[in-house]
C-alpha cells in the first residue's frame, strides 16, 4: 500500500513528506492507522544528530490510532480498536523483563535501535530501499506496522489526541 509519512533523509535536513510503500504486517505485527501524534524532544535529536539513527528513516514514538489489520497469531485487537503506541514494548520473559526492567527488554532493545522489526526488516520502503522505523512505531505517517506489544488497547471514548500522549509523555 501506498502511505504519506515525513521522512528524515540526513541529519541536519527537515522532514519531507513522501510517498512510501508500507507492507502488510507480518506474524505478530499490526497495521495502525494513525490518528494523531505528538512531536517529542527525540524526534528533534534525530535531526540534530544527538540520537544516531539509521536513515532514511519515520520519526514518531507517540502516536495513537485505529487498527485495521493484524498479522498471524496476534490476538486482542480488533478492527478498529483504538490503539496508544508504546515505543517501550517487552517480551515478558528475558533476563530485563523478568527483573522488572522491561525498557531494556533483550527481545526489542535491539530492532528498536536498528529501525527494523523483529526479523530485522522494514516494513516501510522507497523505490525498493528500505526506510527505517523510529523506535518500533514510525507515527510520522498515515498508517504504520508496529508489533503487537507496541499497540495498547484503550477505550474507545477516549479521544486520540489524547491516546497519543499516554505512549511517551506520560509514560516517561
Not at 120 to 144: D, I, K, M, Q
Request: negative net charge; hydrophobic residues 35%.
Amino acid at each position: 500500500m501506498k502511505v504519506r509519512a515525513a521522512v528524515l533523509d540526513s541529519v541536519g535536513a527537515p522532514f519531507q513528506v513522501q510517498d512510501l510503500d508500507l507492507q502488510p504486517p507480518q506474524a505478530g505485527e499490526v497495521l495502525v492507522r494513525v490518528a494523531a501524534v505528538g512531536v517529542c524532544h527525540s524526534d528533534w535529536h534525530l535531526v540534530t544528530g544527538d540520537t544516531k539513527h539509521p536513515l532514511p528513516l519515520v520519526p514518531g514514538h507517540e502516536g495513537a490510532g485505529y487498527v485495521e489489520e493484524v498479522g498471524e497469531g496476534v490476538t486482542g485487537f480488533d478492527k478498529g480498536d483504538l490503539v496508544a503506541l508504546n515505543w517501550a514494548p517487552s517480551c515478558g520473559t528475558c533476563f530485563y523483563c523478568r527483573h522488572g526492567r522491561p525498557c531494556l527488554c533483550e527481545t526489542y532493545v535491539g530492532p528498536i535501535w536498528k529501525g527494523t522489526m523483529l526479523d530485522g526488516t522494514t516494513r516501510y520502503s522507497r523505490n525498493g530501499e528500505p526506510v527505517y522505523h523510529y523506535s518500533a512505531l514510525a507515527c510520522f505517517s498515515e498508517r504504520c506496522v508496529v508489533p503487537a506489544p507496541c499497540c495498547v488497547k484503550l477505550d474507545p471514548t477516549l479521544h486520540p489526541h489524547i491516546a497519543a500522549v499516554i505512549g511517551c509523555a506520560v509514560t516517561t
